[in-house]
């Protein structure tokens, strides 16, 4: 809103608004004072006001990031993953950089950087982040950005999707390696992973007051893609969570995401298995999906996939396994 003052028998309006420079007239009359003001708020609004780009010279990237991080992604559910990474951005050069001086070569010198030590899936990821916080910022924060300057950064091409699935014995080898661990729940948790498809997080979740063993389903009630779904259950899949029942805990799986982590790089290097991430086991289960006959609607149901395309890129059918099926 405009402040109206009177000064030596005149009046003058005043606006300030963030991000514009301030703006004064003098008039004559108190009401020629207020229209002018009325005038240049219906400006404001339509965004017709002359912008203050002094500030940009005041904040830095790193700034931006802060804010971004502190009021965007706290509200994220991958918030801890998320927050690591623009922490990390924090620290990179081009966060010293005022936003007024920054420019799409900062973040390709930073891509290039990144190139050396991650994959190109990892700085497509950094760097939408990124281009978040710019669009974010001109959006919704008044900051008088001209351009999103990440919008002119070359992205690298992203990795080729993952083929990998169990291979022969490494199953058993698998279950073999978990006997010398000493966390009882690492042997139930991959069993269970291999029967479900259900991701890494979805198992740790997963309370006894969403699972019906005896109609052989389960509730996830908080997903990766926002959608709560309901899932079957295989026989092998009920014996493994039968056999947790003893359990006093109103957790299925009560274990940490990094005692988990820690005890999947033990059992994977006792097992001999090579390049084999615990998420290998959510393609390995759709893919046994697909080869016990279920179509594509009904593995969906059970993956969470809203996207029949996305479905594919988990689906890996041995060529031997279709070879039976053909004349």
Not at 147 to 153: G, Y
Not at 170 to 187: Q, S, T
Request: aromatic share 6%; hydrophobic share 40%; proline share 5%.
């Amino acid at each position: 809103m405009a402040t109206l003052r009177k000064r030596c028998g005149r009046w003058q309006a005043i606006i300030r608004r963030m991000g514009h420079p301030p703006m004064s007239r003098t008039f004559e009359k108190k009401a020629d004072a207020r229209n002018w003001a009325r005038q240049r708020d219906l400006e404001f609004e339509n965004g017709d006001l002359p912008r203050d780009y002094r500030q940009l010279d005041e904040m830095l990237v790193g700034n931006l990031l802060i804010r971004y991080r502190d009021e965007v992604v706290s509200r994220k559910k991958c918030k801890p993953v998320e927050t690591l990474v623009v922490n990390a951005m924090i620290r990179q050069p081009f966060s010293k950089v005022s936003l007024a001086a920054v420019t799409a070569a900062h973040f390709a010198e930073y891509r290039d950087k990144r190139s050396h030590s991650v994959s190109g899936t990892t700085i497509r990821r950094e760097l939408s982040i990124l281009q978040h916080a710019f669009d974010i910022a001109r959006r919704e924060w008044a900051i008088p950005l001209r351009t999103n300057p990440l919008k002119d950064v070359r992205k690298p091409s992203p990795n080729r999707a993952r083929t990998r699935r169990l291979q022969s014995d490494e199953f058993d080898r698998l279950i073999g390696a978990c006997a010398e661990c000493r966390n009882a729940l690492i042997e139930p948790f991959i069993r269970f992973a291999v029967e479900t498809a259900m991701r890494r997080g979805e198992i740790t979740r997963l309370r006894w007051e969403d699972i019906n063993l005896e109609r052989r389903i389960l509730h996830i009630p908080e997903t990766k893609n926002g959608d709560p779904r309901t899932i079957p259950l295989t026989k092998a899949a009920v014996a493994t969570l039968r056999s947790l029942q003893t359990r006093e805990n109103e957790l299925a799986f009560p274990i940490s995401d990094n005692a988990l982590k820690c005890a999947w790089r033990r059992v994977q290097k006792r097992s001999g298995a090579t390049d084999l991430h615990f998420h290998d086991l959510r393609h390995e289960a759709v893919s046994r999906f697909f080869e016990m006959g279920l179509s594509v609607p009904e593995v969906a149901l059970i993956s969470g996939h809203r996207d029949f395309r996305m479905l594919a890129r988990y689906t890996h059918l041995r060529a031997e396994d279709v070879v039976a099926k053909l004349r």
